[in-house]
């Protein structure tokens, strides 16, 4: 293989690469709508539908970082290259953490579907929605290079953050009045945690982005 046979498939490589982290983002997006869908229609084989789903998230996970790994193995990349498989061997690490979380809720979905709740899930669904836009909006980002994009997601974190706060004294405050409400209470609370541990992967994945155009390391959220 010549040099430039060589560098044409290693771009392609790197191309699909890149396109395969994307299609895992979109699973763990989809896996997010289903979890959340599940716990407030508190559908059963629909939360069990979705923890299947992270099998796939996985094989992508391993998948994408043993490629990562051969094509720094089989050539010197150039700055921009380097960083752009560096940043994709660091971002399918927070993906997957995301496709954990989002298990987690169809799991605390399935511990809830066998009793009436006791107040409406108006918070959990709002954060979910914010959620999703980020993680949509960051998987746009790393596909058309936007920074433009990668702020707006980071701003969105506050208003998670915020979400966040405000259902944690909420649900804090029902388990004060009435102790029995703990069984229900507790299992919301994890999952508003989650989201908002999601929330922080995506960010982290807005900074490897921001490392990929600019080879600056950055802590975008202060």
């Known amino acids: 293989m010549t040099p430039s046979e060589a560098r044409k498939a290693f771009d392609e490589e790197l191309v699909q690469l890149q396109e395969d982290l ?6 763990v997006e989809d896996m997010l709508g289903k979890a959340i869908q599940a716990l407030e229609t508190q559908d059963v084989e629909l939360a069990e539908e979705t923890i299947r789903m992270d099998d796939i998230v996985d094989r992508y996970n391993l998948d994408i970082e043993s490629r990562a790994l051969r094509l720094l193995a089989l050539q010197q990349p ?8 560096a940043a994709a061997m660091k971002i399918i690490t927070d993906v997957e ?3 954990d979380y989002a298990t987690d809720i169809a799991l605390m979905a399935k511990k809830l579907a066998d009793q009436p709740l006791f107040k409406p899930l108006e918070d959990i669904p709002a954060m979910a929605k914010m959620v999703q836009e980020m993680l949509r909006e960051t998987l746009k980002a790393f596909a058309t290079r936007d920074l433009k994009l990668v702020q707006h997601m980071i701003s969105l974190d506050d208003d998670v953050d915020h979400l966040y706060h405000s259902l944690y004294d909420e649900l804090t405050g029902f388990i004060k009045k009435d102790p029995k409400l703990t069984d229900q209470a507790v ?12 929330a922080d992967h995506i960010t982290n994945i807005g900074e490897r982005i921001y490392y990929m155009e600019t080879g600056e390391l950055k802590e975008l959220h202060k």
Not at 187 to 198: N, Q, T, W
Request: hydrophobic share 50%; charged share 30%; aromatic share 4%.
């Open 97 to 99: 953490r995301c496709g």
């Open 22 to 27: 994307r299609k895992m983002g979109i699973v």
């Open 78 to 85: 150039m700055a921009r290259d380097l960083r752009t498989i």
């Open 187 to 198: 299992p919301l609370l994890l999952v508003a945690r989650y989201l908002e541990r999601i």
